[in-house]
């Protein structure tokens, strides 16, 4: 038996409830250690390539998984999923070392 796919609000309102634990659990900036070009962020990112390859070394290329086409398919979108996550969050974090890089140190501004 198939559990039908979450609705979107359905989605947001778990992310909603995961944020409140969190806040109620690490205080109101519990997000700043987690932004883009944190050791948080690379960390999520880390993880994603992580499952993403272990998803498609063991999962996807799984004989049983092999032989049945829909466990395939849905396996082969998990690896799919997971590498978009891994794209979206590295371009993010990428994008935010850059913006560092750009801003002048104190001792390197122009008077």
Known sequence: M????PHASDTE??????????RADHGPHWA?????????CHELLDRTSLVADLVEQQV????ACVQ???????????????????????????????????VPSPDRRSN
């Open 2 to 5: 198939s559990k039908p796919l």
């Open 13 to 22: 309102q778990e992310r909603q409830q995961l944020a409140d634990e969190l």
């Open 32 to 40: 700043e250690q987690y932004k883009p070009g944190s050791f948080g």
């Open 60 to 63: 996807l290329s799984h004989p």
């Open 68 to 102: 049945n086409p829909d466990w395939f398919a849905l396996a082969e979108q998990a690896v799919t999923t997971l590498r978009e996550l891994y794209r979206q969050v590295g371009a993010a974090h990428l994008d935010d070392k850059s913006n560092e890089a750009n």
